[in-house]
């Protein structure tokens, strides 16, 4: 990472921290590599972004939602290929014994940037002569790496006392979801297509995860299995999207921007559902904050694809890390549920009525990572000292140019904000004190996140709403008691308009819809 965008991401990971967003884990016993908390302002906009993910891509389309173990017996596991498969290359130093991944060591090393050595899918034995080859050394204390070999990366567990029932903890959400399948579509008709998504965490013991939230052994996904027909690769929303546009990755390393409908005649996509999914992705990171022009999708070349594949897209977004992949969707095939059926011994086919046949559904999988969208939201929103915005960078109206803040800030979307609104009393005397207490309830009442605070000057208080991305303050002063009337301050432009208190519930969730964060915003 170029030490500009270093400085950025640590910047930025302390921000975060002072602010409540994220708290290193037992931080108090050292904080171990890869795990971190939320703080209660980053819990409230991970939910968020969680709730947006549930509405764009389960209610929308009447899908399903689950909730399953995060821990797996061995034998779904062997079933699945992750006892196997799931294993990343692994190097240790001779001299201090660490441990490291090795494609990323590789990928770290000058020398090897500039020869420009695809490093993806290579095996074991070939990152050791890169290793070799360009004297790439440990990093801890410049030691002579050792020969690579492969670590498995699921946490191993047992199930009861004994040890000899062994279980893991889930790498992914997905296998709950093709554990239950039979039981669901059953309780639905056993109709096909169907949807079933869940949101939860997964574990993953990752060799040296770095990059904050980018690398992380425990963390949540949003994920979703669309199960279909083989012989129906068609959805029945995709001639409503057909035209829009989406920017591509493609395997050559050009970047063009096609229509659903070019890509997949291209080939880019391999069937209707992907790309209906892709089109979907889109419009919740652009729900969530994130510029358009920065993520596309990536195609992924059919050597690098997982062992479960038959066509990955990755969304990729540009950060202070480089450009991260933060979802992948792929087309699973029958993969998951053949192989259970085979292991198991359980039928996981579905009767086809209209062509009075039992057939093995395909499946499509959008699986999104939440704490890395997280991360993307927060880089993507955030503004540091003295920025203005302006229509290039936020705004909504070319009136927001006088917003120069000399504090830093982020500029959420209201749906993602972790609140709605805080209520400010000008001072705690003379009866605004309850007067504020009684706007806060009555605004919680009609289901915004609402925070009272009644400390410091306005100023200082309106800097602190800013800080955290709080679109909307309300200030309680003497004109209220006099007439009910507040002072509703934007965020993104701070300019004021003010409103009846029976008005101010209503008009803030419409402004919330229109993702309203300027006065002047038409």
Known sequence: MANDAKKKSDALVDVAIRRSMLIPSAEIYGSPAGFFDYGPIGCAIKRKIENLWREEMLVKEGFHEIETSVILPEAVLKASGHADNFKDPVVACKKCNSRFRADHLLAENESVKKAGVKLEGMPAEKLTELIRAHKVACPNDKGEMGEVGYFNMMFK??????????????????????????????????????????????????????????????????????????????HPKFAEVSSEKLVFELEDGSVRELALAQALSEGIVPNEIMAYFLWKQEKLYLAAGIPRDKFRFRKIPAND????????????????????????????????????????????????????????????????????MFWCVLEHCFHPKSTVISEGNGAHSPEANRAEKDWEWFNFPPAIAPYHAWVFPLMKKDGMDAKACEVEALLRSAGLSVYCQETGSIGKRYARADEVGVPYCITIDYDTLKDNTVTLRFRNDGRQVRLKVDELAANILSFVKQGKVTAGFA
């Open 157 to 234: 567990t047992a199930i009861g006392a004994g040890d000899d029932r062994v279980a893991y903890c889930r790498p992914e959400t997905a296998q709950g979801i093709f554990l239950d399948f039979s039981r669901i579509v059953k309780n639905y008709g056993n109709r096909l297509p169907i949807g079933i998504g869940q949101v939860g965490r997964s574990f993953r013991n990752e060799i040296s995860p770095r990059q904050g939230l980018v690398r992380m052994r425990e963390f949540s996904q949003m994920e979703l299995e669309y199960f279909f027909n083989p012989s129906q690769q068609t």
């Open 305 to 372: 694809t997982p062992h479960y594949s038959r066509g990955n897209i990755d969304l990729v977004v540009d950060t202070s890390y480089g450009w991260i992949e933060t979802t992948g969707t792929a087309y699973r095939t029958d993969y998951d549920l053949s192989s259970h059926a085979k292991h198991s011994g359980a039928d996981l086919s579905v009767f086809v009525e209209e062509e009075k046949k039992k057939v093995v559904p395909h499946v499509v999988e959008p699986s999104m990572g939440v704490d890395r």
